[in-house]
T-cell receptor
């Protein structure tokens, strides 16, 4: 069974640009979560999507947004990139009623 | 406001000895706790969990202890192996909340020396 897949693996952008990160959940999982892991910090919750709807969001500015498609894959968009947005972005998926989330390998975003 | 805290950024133990990783939380609504392990360049992987109705859960070499009155949980690894060297994240959630979001600690880098 394929796990959670994320693309791209690495992404380099300049300040002010937009970044789009993609995530494919485990087959059958309807919930997708996005987390940010900045250097020296723990995993910070960004967004939770379930059945195509945004269910919850963490303490991040509105320029962090996303969506979930009918096939349950998800996109995270970061607009007006700032240097401090450089981080590892992790996507996780789970069955809607379970809390054991399975994580992808992450996308390393570097803003220069 | 850091609701889940892992106060030790790193821990070093000898192979064969016990590793104890600690985690404190402040939100009394949390009723489900998980530990994840993360190797470099990989996503976190689920290790073990415990619900607030228990005070101990064991899975092979891994045991999680929960002290609700102290709002403290710990992960014990016995015996520790060099392959256990990784970053360990404690996470908490509230099953009764409207969001199935996990709140993570900062992580503890465990190094097991041969």
């Amino acid at each position: 069974e394929a796990g959670v897949t994320q693309s791209p693996t690495h992404l380099i952008k300049t300040r002010g640009q937009q970044a789009t990160l993609r995530c494919s959940p485990i087959s059958g999982h309807t919930s997708v979560y996005w987390y940010q892991q900045a250097l020296g910090l723990g995993l910070q919750f960004l967004l939770w999507y379930d059945e195509g709807e945004e269910r919850n969001r963490g303490n991040f500015p509105p320029r962090f947004s996303g969506r979930q498609f009918p096939n349950y894959s998800s996109e995270l968009n970061v607009n007006a990139l700032e240097l401090e947005d450089s981080a590892l972005y992790l996507c996780a998926s789970s069955l809607a009623i379970q809390d054991e989330a399975f994580f992808g390998q992450g996308t390393r975003l570097t803003v220069v | 406001d850091q609701q889940v805290k892992q106060n030790s950024p790193s821990l070093s133990v000898q192979e064969g000895r016990i590793s104890i990783l600690n985690c404190d939380y402040t939100n009394s609504m949390f009723d489900y706790f998980l530990w994840y392990k993360k190797y470099p360049a990989e996503g976190p992987t689920f290790l073990i969990s415990i619900s607030s109705i228990k005070d101990k859960n064991e899975d092979g070499r891994f045991t999680v202890f929960l002290n609700k009155s102290a709002k403290h949980l710990s992960l014990h690894i016995v015996p520790s192996q060099p392959g256990d060297s990784a970053v360990y994240f404690c996470a908490a959630s509230s099953l009764g909340s409207s969001g199935s979001r996990l709140t993570f600690g900062e992580g503890t880098q465990l190094t097991v020396n041969p």
